[in-house]
């Protein structure tokens, strides 16, 4: 089993959001839409604003009417003044009470007319309203609304027992007070002094101001109840579409991590078309890569393992053999033997050496601008200073300066062009002629390596690239290659974002043409200069 991967617990670059990371996505989407359910709720603090300035607009109405009851008051006949009075309290609901200037009462409209209101108490409501009431306190406590205090009559009924009629009195201005009565509904009243000493006091229980609040609530609360409803239902819906893929992303990333099963299916979400079915694919072409990542480092341990058996095997019987033979030509066809064993295994080491950290360095490596004309030139020189074997002969015919130009990493592709080279002349007969021609073409660097040896089949130009796959010209000891030059070359070409393969010679002799075709370096990048 894998061993379990080992997180940071701590990342300073999201140090500030740490706390998010540990809460699920779904309460956060939830928590993120009922925050904007809080603000629309905030409506209720509307609510208590809009009840205050109409509570306020219904003192200065009472102030303004009674002050016109005062003004007709003092300007009727005696005896129509207490009609005057039962008529303002039908039309107005407002219970009128006329004080004397030493306070007593000498006027109550409710003994000159019918009653205008009647106090209810709690105990004779339905529990409709009881529920009204609780809705009430828990909204003013919500927003901290001032109470107001609670009405009562006055036992004796005199001026003085009204806090608002002795100011009116003291100060000689029109004095208003909001109070609670029984149920919870408002009480309005004002008071004013007459000319004559005497004074007036009007109360009024404003219920019409209650239900006009608690309607307003209603349809508040049914609209924030919607949008409460639908924010769930919303939430419900984000956290399907995107927390359950990523669950299951998730899941088959922790049974790629463990490594039970031999194949994974990633699920790629393909009608998905935003990030998370973007996340999805990649993630299942990354678990695939690494899938056949792994299978070839599988198949390269089987392989190196089989490739080294047989030099060694061999090495190990000539070895034996040295303490069993005592004629000295056989003692040294043995030392030969286990001298050649000996290279070859050396080879074989260096080589799957070099295949098997090519993609981790060219994935660090910083590629920079190569100009292959004057690096293939270069190459030429050196090999025929060496001398090549067999007469074979190199012919490459330069470019202008700066015209073949990649990028890339210089030693990976001298090894690239090296393996290609020496592949052609192993290939091609005595007296032969080895052609490398660099080229540009559709934004890529082309660069050709002919040869006049048998060729390569059709049906055998992808197995060349295969590791260990070696078939070897007559003439060469077996051994001496290990079978991985070419699969080294594609390695690189790849990490290069290129491609490498085999073509029959455009003047349809015999011999295999291998191409090579490399990104071609642009203008912007560092190093390009122009002629």
């Not at 000539?318 to 066809?333: E, M």
């Not at 290939?427 to 490398?436: A, R």
Request: aromatic share 6%.
């Amino acid at each position: 089993m894998a061993p379990a991967t080992v997180s940071p617990k701590k990342d300073d670059a999201g140090a500030g959001w740490n706390w998010s990371g540990r809460i699920s996505l779904t309460p956060r989407i939830l928590a993120v839409n009922v925050f904007a359910l809080a603000l629309l709720a905030g409506g209720f603090f509307y609510l208590d604003s809009y009840r205050t300035r109409i509570v306020d607009e219904r003192l200065d109405q009472s102030a303004r009417e009674l002050k016109l009851l005062a003004i007709g008051l003092e300007n009727a006949p005696a005896e129509r003044q207490n009609a005057l009075i039962a008529a303002y309290s039908r039309q107005t609901s407002d219970r009128v009470r006329r004080y004397d200037r030493d306070g007593r009462l000498i006027a109550d409209s409710f003994t000159l007319a019918a009653p205008s209101y009647r106090l209810r108490l709690p105990e004779e409501e339905e529990w409709q309203r009881h529920v009204a009431r609780f809705l009430d306190k828990a909204v003013d406590r919500i927003v901290s609304a001032d109470r107001p205090p609670n009405f009562e009559e006055p036992a004796v009924d005199r001026a003085q027992a009204w806090p608002e009629m002795v100011l009116a009195r003291k100060t000689g201005q029109a004095q208003t007070m909001n109070r609670y009565a029984p149920d919870r509904t408002f009480m309005i009243s004002a008071a004013v002094n007459m000319k004559d000493g005497s004074s007036l006091l009007a109360t009024e229980n404003a219920r019409d101001i209650t239900r006009t609040v608690r309607a307003e609530r209603f349809r508040l609360g049914m609209v924030l109840a919607a949008a409460m409803l639908a924010s769930v239902l919303l939430s419900l819906f984000l956290a399907r579409t995107i927390v359950q893929p990523l669950q299951r992303l998730a899941r088959a990333a922790v049974r790629v991590r463990l490594g039970r099963a031999r194949e994974v299916t990633v699920p790629r979400l393909p009608d998905r078309r935003d990030e998370i079915g973007m996340l999805a694919r990649a993630l299942s072409d990354m678990s695939h890569a690494l899938r056949q990542r792994i299978d070839a480092t599988d198949a390269f341990a089987a392989d190196v393992s089989h490739e080294l058996k047989n030099p060694i095997a061999s090495l190990r019987s000539a070895l034996d053999a040295l303490d069993r033979v005592d004629k000295p030509d056989l003692r040294a066809q043995l030392m030969a033997i286990a001298q050649d064993d000996v290279r070859r295994l050396d080879r074989l080491v260096t080589d799957i050496a070099e295949a098997s950290r090519i993609d981790a360095q060219l994935s660090r490596t910083r590629f920079e601008p190569i100009d292959l004309g004057l690096l293939i030139e270069r190459m030429v020189v050196a090999r025929e200073a060496r001398g090549v074997p067999r007469g074979v002969r190199l012919a490459f015919a330069r470019p202008r300066k700066n015209v073949a130009v990649a990028l890339g990493e210089e030693q990976r592709i001298v090894r690239v062009l090296d393996n290609l080279i020496d592949n052609a002349i192993s290939f091609s007969p005595d007296d032969g002629l080895v052609q490398i021609v660099a080229t540009v073409a559709d934004d890529e660097v082309l660069v050709s390596v002919e040869d006049e040896g048998p060729g390569v089949p059709e049906g055998e130009r992808e197995h060349v690239f295969r590791r260990f796959h070696s078939v070897r010209p007559e003439h060469e000891t077996f051994g001496k290659h290990s079978g991985l030059g070419l699969a080294i070359a594609r390695s690189i070409v790849e990490g290069h974002q290129g491609k490498i393969g085999i073509a029959d010679r455009k003047d349809a002799q015999s011999g295999a043409c291998f191409i090579v075709r490399l990104p071609m370096a642009v203008a912007r990048d560092p190093g390009i200069v122009s002629e």
